[in-house]
């Protein structure tokens, strides 16, 4: 496991190379003007001289391979930089929203596996049944279901029509702390809406899986012995079913990410998707590469797991051919 890690960390360090020095690049060639950006609306009476001398101090007019490489000496003391939209250091940016973000993402997140494999044992127990089309057809529905429109449909129906569930935010507007109650409350939403954007994929995963365990010789033979079918289908097919689902964990590391920030941004959650969009509108150099850099790593960390978490569980596969 250690030698397979630290082989994942040499391999990591030139894609995280890579991705920042892309990030540069593409921010270089929009054709946003950070300047413009970083001023705001005092740019619309601010003269050229002015103008260029705000340009002149945000070093904007360098070239972007300057730009990149001062920022990732920087980065490697642990200094990623100032963000010109948020006023603010880059790490303090990201330490502020990152937990948020993370909370959602872990709540979603557990919420689909727990879910999802419940779906695709009850799916798999008798292939055909109307609960196995049900399952099925929910889950493909949903696959197809962009997030957004979920978390649209979401807010429309248990903020808008029943008033049950906040419609979005982290705390009550009357309220002057936050609460676990409060972020609780708010949380039902956003996490429930990503966890099912996720779903669809560890129920269909689920389903073939212990489908296909409990044709093989191994549950037959149990099943032979008399063991109990609740014994055949959780201690032996299920254990076997589960195994492609832990190569689905990194897989759907991306598609989580990419989720949770439409999902933050229609709920206005305080996590890192409205410094995103914020950053790559006004060509925030220091911030989008910070929050593409880890995006990136969160994505190598996951299918980094997903390899540990298939060697653990399943004997033929040794560390050594990953």
């Known amino acids: 496991m250690a030698r397979l890690a630290g082989r994942r960390a040499l391999f990591a360090a030139p894609v995280l190379t890579v991705?920042?020095?892309?990030?540069?690049a593409i921010a270089a060639a929009s054709p946003f003007d950070p300047v413009k950006a970083y001023a705001g609306?005092?740019?619309?009476?601010?003269?050229?001289e002015t103008l260029d001398r705000l340009r002149?101090?945000?070093?904007?007019?360098?070239?972007?391979?300057t730009r990149w490489w001062d920022w990732l000496t920087s980065a490697l003391t642990g200094d990623f930089g100032h963000s010109t939209v948020m006023r603010q250091p880059v790490a303090q940016v990201i330490g502020e929203r990152l937990g948020w973000s993370a909370?959602?993402?872990a709540v979603a997140f557990g919420v689909a596996v727990l879910l999802g494999t419940l779906l695709g044992v009850l799916a798999a127990r008798r292939p055909g049944s109307v609960t196995d089309r049900a399952v099925t057809s929910l889950a493909y529905g949903l696959e197809a279901a962009p997030v957004f429109w979920i978390a649209l449909l979401a807010v429309w129906l248990f903020?808008?029509?029943?008033?049950?569930?906040?419609?979005?935010?982290?705390?009550?507007?009357?309220?002057?702390?936050?609460?676990?109650?409060?972020?609780?409350?708010?949380?039902?939403?956003?996490?429930g809406v990503l966890a099912v954007s996720q779903?669809?994929?560890?129920?269909?995963?689920?389903?073939?899986?212990?489908?296909?365990a409990l044709a093989e010789d191994p549950v037959r033979g149990a099943r032979a012995r008399g063991l109990s079918e609740r014994t055949v289908l959780l201690g032996h097919a299920l254990r076997c079913g589960l195994l492609p689902v832990l190569t689905l964990i990194g897989s759907r590391v991306p598609e989580l990410i990419t989720g949770a920030l439409l999902v933050e941004t229609v709920f206005s959650w305080p996590g890192i998707a409205a410094a995103t969009v914020e950053a790559a509108t006004a060509v925030d150099f220091p911030l989008l590469a910070a929050l593409t850099t880890l995006a990136t790593a969160a994505v190598l960390a996951g299918n980094l797991l997903a390899d540990l978490l298939y060697g653990l569980f399943d004997p033929r596969v040794k560390f050594s051919d990953m």
């Open 19 to 24: 991705v920042t020095f892309g990030v540069f």
């Open 159 to 191: 903020a808008l029509q029943w008033g049950v569930l906040p419609a979005g935010g982290l705390t009550d507007t009357a309220s002057e702390h936050v609460t676990a109650g409060q972020v609780a409350s708010h949380l039902v939403l956003p996490a």
């Open 56 to 65: 002149d101090n945000l070093g904007v007019d360098r070239s972007f391979v």
């Open 103 to 105: 909370l959602l993402c």
């Open 199 to 212: 779903l669809p994929w560890f129920a269909l995963y689920v389903r073939q899986g212990v489908a296909d």
């Open 41 to 48: 609306p005092a740019a619309l009476g601010a003269d050229q």
